[in-house]
């Protein structure tokens, strides 16, 4: 039996999926997913979108809850698409995007019995982000887009920022200008913020900033335009200082980065004598702790902005080279042996000819610094297939509320 889209149907949910929501089954046998609820949960539900073998739904009514379920704290939950878990006790979401974590390892990297580690909690699960994006509507309001949608949802508060953005970005009054597309707000050492303005327009836009302390830039198709202040900020991670421009990218927990810094030092095997390969350096917030540890470090990264901010943020480093291209097109090039590897890919993981590279190379050790369980998956089966073992895989919960799972995985040869 089918059920028609509009009609209710009680299903009882078993699992967590990645991507916030919860699997169950329909009384056919089907798989169905649910946004915003939990394993355990007796719920009804209505069909959405149908396939031959799966189905999702919206969740109608919790009739037997699970007692992980904790009430929400944003009115806007379920609304706007920024949180996914907010319905969910602390404890239960860490527990969550390990099971996740380990789940998208065994099914889609083939990896029996993967050894993934408990999630380090952030030490705030509420205004941790030092960098948020807004998205505007067409009456100039700040707000989210919707889940599965294009659609933007004005909102009235948000309890993810950290507290000096939450302060500045109720008071910003934005005109809506032709081409203005996305608003964002970081937040540096000091509490100083920067505005940052993104614009697919070539005019030139007329925006002010009155009576706020922060920097504003605006990014569009002709560069980068300083209208108020500076065009960079200055971040700070266990103690060093990092410039970090505008359009360059930045862990945005930044407590958890420290974590995660500390973590790599830890367990990567590093001397005075080994070679280094950051691969994706960025601004070169690894590369700067690492450099200080090894006889030779390389750094890959393609943004030019990133890269000025590496050449200034490693300026005291005598044995540190860097490489402005894609990791694909610089890596076949290198005539170098290194003894470790560092890569924190963009979203979409490692290009092929990333991967056969570091498999031509042998590198001994390799540390993968993923934001996304399913393409770490894909690129650990490649890894594994290839000659290495996977050693550990740590989750780190850089964004707690949401299903995002940033972890680091280590590979031996």
């Given amino acids: 039996m089918t059920q028609s889209a509009s009609e209710t149907v009680d299903v009882t949910l078993t699992a967590y999926a990645y991507g916030g929501e919860a ?19 007796a719920v009804r539900i209505r069909l959405l979108e149908e396939k031959r073998g799966h189905a999702r739904a919206a969740l109608v009514e919790v009739l037997v809850p699970s007692p992980e379920r904790v009430q929400p704290r944003c009115p806007h939950f379920m609304v706007c698409g920024g949180c996914h878990y907010q319905h969910m006790s602390y404890p239960a979401q860490l527990a969550a995007k390990k099971d996740i974590l380990r789940s998208q390892l065994e099914r889609l990297g083939g990896l029996k019995d993967p050894p993934v580690h408990p999630a380090i909690p ?6 941790y982000r030092n960098h948020i994006q807004f998205h505007l509507t067409q009456q100039g309001e700040l707000g989210y887009q919707a889940a599965r949608s294009n659609q933007v949802i ?33 937040q540096g050492v000091d509490e100083e913020i920067l505005l940052i303005l993104e614009s697919s327009s070539s005019q030139p836009l007329e925006f002010t900033v009155e009576e706020l302390p922060l920097s504003a830039v605006l990014l569009g198709p002709g560069g980068r335009l300083v209208l108020a202040g500076s065009d960079h900020l200055v971040m700070e991670v266990d103690g060093r200082l990092f410039r970090v421009s505008a359009e360059s990218f930045f862990q945005v927990n930044t407590q958890m980065v420290a974590e995660m810094l500390k973590h790599l030092l830890e367990n990567m095997p590093l001397s005075s004598d080994s070679t280094v390969l950051d691969v ?29 901010d590496f050449v200034v943020n490693l300026d005291d480093y005598n044995n540190v080279e860097l490489y402005e291209g894609t990791a694909e097109d610089i890596l076949p090039g290198l005539d170098v042996h290194p003894d470790v590897m560092v890569v924190d890919p963009p979203r979409s993981g490692l290009a092929p000819r990333v991967t056969d590279r570091i498999l031509a190379m042998g590198v001994p050790f390799l540390a993968y610094v993923s934001c996304d369980p399913s393409i770490l998956s894909r690129d650990a089966r490649r890894l594994v297939e290839g000659g290495y073992q996977l050693v550990q895989v740590m989750p780190f919960d850089l964004f707690p509320q949401t299903y995002h799972i940033e972890s680091i995985s280590l590979f031996g040869r």
Avoid: T
Wanted: proline share 11%; net charge negative.
């Fill in 154 to 186: 004005p909102i009235r508060e948000c309890h993810l920022p950290e507290e000096a953005i939450n302060s500045v970005w109720p008071q910003l009054e934005v005109e809506v200008l032709p081409g203005l597309e996305r608003i964002s707000l970081r």
């Fill in 280 to 308: 994706y350096c960025g601004v070169g917030l690894f590369s700067a702790f690492l450099a200080a540890r090894v006889g030779r470090l390389i750094g890959i990264e393609v943004s030019s902005p990133a890269c000025e």
């Fill in 23 to 41: 699997l169950g089954r329909l009384p056919d046998g089907r798989a169905v997913f649910v946004p915003y609820a939990l394993p355990g949960e």
């Fill in 122 to 127: 952030s030490p705030q699960p509420w205004n």
